[in-house]
């Protein structure tokens, strides 16, 4: 009976231990990831203001109706990346993604930047060179270091009201995105 009892919580553990790597190791296998579908966008390098969502369409990123957003992929390989622009006197943020999908920074206009996004991002290697003072930055740029050089930012805009959409999509086109040699 011992050892029936062994062999029933050896099965289980074993169990556990196979059915907790396979729910770990499913997602790396997919091929449709957040960064493939912001890949399709066309937006290397620019600012891609994405379209207006109705209720009820398919929406594949998960995105809020209500909101409009404006998406930019980088590559800090070469050179540091750029987000700059000014918005519209209304609730918006930035977040800047990994490859993988994982936020590696946030900010808001309510955190006293008000209504001017001039935001400079760098991998670890151009960061050492901007201590060094290697690289000029304009004043007044925050900064952001990445550990990868493969990322995207996104930003949100709350328009107070469904009239001020089609302005404040327009604002967020003439936003600048890219790197900068």
Same mark, same amino acid.
């Given at each position: 009976?011992?050892?029936?009892?062994?062999?029933?919580?050896? $099965?289980?553990?074993?169990? $556990?231990?196979? &059915?907790?790597?396979?729910?770990?190791?499913?997602?790396? %296998? /997919?091929?449709?990831?957040?960064?493939?579908?912001?890949?399709?966008?066309? =937006? /290397? +390098?620019?600012?891609?203001?994405? *379209? /207006?969502?109705?209720?009820?369409?398919? +929406? *594949?990123?998960?995105?809020?109706?209500? %909101?409009?957003?404006?998406?930019?992929?980088?590559?800090?390989?070469?050179?540091?990346?750029? %987000?700059?622009?000014?918005? *519209?006197?209304?609730?918006?943020?930035?977040?800047?993604?990994?490859?993988?999908?994982?936020?590696?920074?946030?900010?808001?206009? #309510?955190?006293?930047?008000?209504?001017? @996004?001039?935001?400079?991002?760098?991998?670890?290697?151009?960061?050492?060179? !901007?201590?060094?003072?290697? !690289?000029?930055?304009?004043?007044?740029?925050?900064?952001?270091?990445? =550990?990868?050089?493969? @990322?995207?930012? !996104?930003?949100?805009?709350?328009? *107070? &009201?469904?009239?001020? #959409?089609?302005?404040?999509?327009?604002? %967020?086109?003439?936003? #600048?995105?890219?790197?900068? $040699?």
């Amino acid at each position: 009976m011992t050892r029936f009892l062994l062999w029933l919580i050896g $099965g289980v553990v074993l169990g $556990g231990i196979i &059915h907790i790597m396979v729910i770990l190791t499913l997602p790396l %296998l /997919d091929d449709d990831t957040v960064w493939t579908r912001i890949a399709a966008l066309d =937006a /290397d +390098n620019k600012m891609v203001v994405l *379209p /207006d969502l109705a209720p009820g369409e398919p +929406n *594949p990123l998960g995105l809020d109706p209500m %909101l409009i957003y404006g998406v930019c992929r980088l590559d800090l390989a070469q050179d540091p990346g750029y %987000l700059s622009g000014v918005l *519209p006197d209304a609730p918006w943020s930035v977040a800047i993604f990994n490859a993988a999908g994982v936020i590696i920074y946030s900010t808001t206009n #309510r955190d006293g930047i008000g209504q001017t @996004l001039d935001l400079g991002i760098f991998n670890a290697a151009q960061t050492r060179l !901007l201590a060094q003072q290697q !690289l000029d930055v304009a004043e007044g740029v925050l900064v952001v270091e990445s =550990a990868t050089n493969q @990322l995207f930012t !996104l930003v949100r805009l709350i328009p *107070p &009201h469904q009239a001020m #959409r089609t302005r404040f999509a327009n604002k %967020l086109a003439e936003s #600048r995105c890219g790197n900068r $040699g």
